[in-house]
């Protein structure tokens, strides 16, 4: 059996390199998985032989997921791989904004070719006199991967930190700093800070999320950090903070040509996560996810499927991507009673409108009998997907 992946975008070798022997990289039209970064996949088709899409990264805005869903594609992403990136270059950009650098730098090199650059460098650095960040008030919006390292090295230089995030998970709130007050009221974050960092994902509960009535709430000349999707912002309100002085700085990593109208944005062209270490952790992390799921089924960091582990023991399983609805797993032992097969061991889980089950059977199965149960099950209602997989130990 020879794997089909198809990459998008720069991905790491480290990861490709893991695509060995039974797998081939960018030669198929019909592939069995894709690798990918930021690459959009909404206005491409899916192909029939598509089982899984790996992204090399945090956010899946690009992945039509419940399109996915619904054609039995296992979307997975790889949670905190780029965390640190993403954290030291927020950080550096809270300090750059404070101490006006960005604006400095390119006044400076406006002297390039006139006399006398230096006595002019001290006559007119008074005009980007800056703060120190020791003492201010930093509000991080969501607290997940990055959010809650942002906030707890905040912490560490010496800023006041305030966080919000009602869906704060419990392996991240154990590492979280107990100096970071959380508030429950966005308002009470919006209204007192010096420093806003937003790290909550887009989808289309959050589009638009910092709205004008947001703006409304936040302190006179407040610096926005926005390295988490541009989406997430409504651009007319946020124009109209610039303009009256509501925002004193926005500072994002997402682009386009309506920023570049107005003033004191500073623009960085979606470096967050682009750090040789963050590539190689995201693209071999994705890579690991990819292979294990097409050679045994099981599932690590899906964002529209739960995360199964089933040691394949047996000659062979069955895999099968459903909808949560009743009597799906009775259909499917029933089926395979009918035809005196035996099941070794067996796995269901469910999360939201899906579940997923993997059988184990004891018996090594013909390539015929291996269809028409295939054909069979994708026969009963709510199956969207069935594999079988041939446990190479067995051969
Ligand atoms: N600029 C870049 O290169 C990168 C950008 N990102 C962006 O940052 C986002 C966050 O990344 P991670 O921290 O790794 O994700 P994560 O999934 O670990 O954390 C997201 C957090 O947001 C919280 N959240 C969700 N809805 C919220 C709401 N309405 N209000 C407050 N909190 C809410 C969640 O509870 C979770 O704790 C990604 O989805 C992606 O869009 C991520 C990596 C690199
Ligand atoms: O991981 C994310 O969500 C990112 O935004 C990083 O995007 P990239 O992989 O650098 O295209």
């Given at each position: 059996m020879?794997?089909?992946?198809?990459?998008?975008n720069k991905?790491a070798?480290?990861?490709?390199?893991?695509?060995?022997d039974?797998?081939?990289?960018n030669?198929?039209e019909?592939?069995?998985?894709i690798?990918?970064r930021?690459?959009?996949l909404?206005?491409?088709s899916?192909?029939?032989s598509?089982?899984?899409?790996a992204?090399?990264?945090?956010g899946?805005?690009?992945?039509?997921?419940h399109?996915?869903?619904e054609?039995?594609?296992v979307?997975f992403?790889t949670p905190?791989?780029?965390?640190?990136?993403v954290k030291?270059?927020v950080?550096?950009?809270?300090?750059a904004?404070?101490r006006?650098?960005?604006?400095a730098?390119?006044w400076?090199?406006?002297?390039?070719?006139t006399?006398n650059?230096?006595s002019?460098?001290e006559?007119n650095?008074k005009a980007?006199?800056?703060?120190?960040?020791r003492g201010k008030?930093?509000?991080?919006?969501?607290?997940?991967?990055i959010?809650?390292?942002v906030?707890?090295?905040?912490?560490a230089?010496?800023?006041?930190v305030v966080?919000?995030d009602p869906f704060?998970s419990?392996d991240v709130?154990?590492?979280i700093s107990?100096?970071?007050?959380?508030?429950?009221?966005?308002?009470?974050?919006?209204?007192?800070?010096d420093?806003i960092?937003?790290?909550?994902?887009l989808?289309q509960?959050?589009?638009?999320?910092i709205?004008?009535k947001?703006f409304r709430?936040?302190?006179?000349?407040m610096?926005f950090?926005?390295f988490a999707?541009?989406?997430l912002?409504?651009?007319?309100?946020?124009?109209?903070?610039l303009e009256?002085?509501?925002?004193?700085k926005?500072?994002t990593d997402?682009p386009n040509?309506h920023?570049?109208?107005?003033?004191?944005?500073v623009?960085?062209?979606?470096?967050?996560a682009?750090?040789?270490?963050?590539?190689e952790?995201c693209?071999?992390?994705a890579a690991q996810q990819?292979?294990v799921?097409?050679?045994?089924?099981?599932?690590?960091?899906?964002v529209?499927?739960?995360?199964?582990?089933l040691?394949l023991?047996s000659p062979?399983?069955?895999?099968?991507m459903?909808q949560?609805i009743?009597n799906?797993v009775?259909q499917?032992s029933?089926?395979?009673?009918?035809?005196?097969f035996?099941?070794a061991?067996?796995?269901?889980?469910s999360?939201?409108?899906w579940?997923y089950?993997?059988?184990?059977?004891d018996?090594k199965?013909?390539s015929?009998?291996?269809?028409d149960?295939?054909?069979?099950l994708?026969?009963?209602k709510?199956v969207?997907?069935a594999?079988?997989?041939?446990?190479?130990?067995?051969?």
């Amino acid at each position: 059996m020879t794997y089909q992946i198809q990459t998008y975008n720069k991905i790491a070798e480290a990861g490709t390199s893991l695509f060995r022997d039974s797998y081939e990289l960018n030669t198929a039209e019909e592939p069995d998985g894709i690798l990918l970064r930021s690459h959009s996949l909404h206005d491409q088709s899916l192909p029939p032989s598509l089982q899984a899409i790996a992204r090399a990264g945090a956010g899946t805005n690009n992945i039509p997921l419940h399109a996915c869903s619904e054609k039995g594609i296992v979307v997975f992403n790889t949670p905190g791989a780029n965390a640190n990136a993403v954290k030291e270059l927020v950080l550096s950009c809270l300090i750059a904004s404070a101490r006006n650098l960005f604006s400095a730098i390119r006044w400076t090199h406006t002297l390039e070719g006139t006399t006398n650059v230096a006595s002019q460098v001290e006559a007119n650095k008074k005009a980007f006199i800056g703060n120190e960040i020791r003492g201010k008030k930093l509000g991080v919006i969501g607290l997940g991967n990055i959010g809650s390292i942002v906030a707890n090295d905040a912490l560490a230089l010496d800023m006041d930190v305030v966080a919000y995030d009602p869906f704060v998970s419990v392996d991240v709130a154990w590492t979280i700093s107990r100096n970071v007050q959380r508030v429950h009221q966005l308002e009470e974050l919006l209204s007192t800070c010096d420093y806003i960092t937003i790290h909550v994902p887009l989808s289309q509960k959050t589009t638009g999320f910092i709205d004008k009535k947001a703006f409304r709430s936040m302190k006179k000349g407040m610096q926005f950090i926005n390295f988490a999707r541009g989406e997430l912002v409504d651009e007319q309100a946020l124009t109209h903070a610039l303009e009256d002085g509501t925002v004193g700085k926005y500072i994002t990593d997402f682009p386009n040509d309506h920023l570049f109208n107005l003033e004191n944005v500073v623009a960085i062209p979606h470096l967050g996560a682009s750090t040789t270490e963050s590539e190689e952790n995201c693209a071999i992390m994705a890579a690991q996810q990819l292979k294990v799921f097409l050679e045994t089924g099981n599932i690590r960091n899906s964002v529209n499927l739960p995360n199964v582990s089933l040691p394949l023991i047996s000659p062979g399983r069955l895999t099968i991507m459903h909808q949560n609805i009743p009597n799906m797993v009775g259909q499917f032992s029933t089926l395979l009673a009918e035809r005196e097969f035996n099941i070794a061991d067996m796995l269901n889980r469910s999360r939201g409108d899906w579940a997923y089950t993997l059988i184990d059977i004891d018996n090594k199965l013909t390539s015929d009998q291996a269809e028409d149960i295939l054909n069979r099950l994708q026969t009963i209602k709510g199956v969207v997907r069935a594999r079988h997989l041939v446990n190479g130990w067995h051969e």
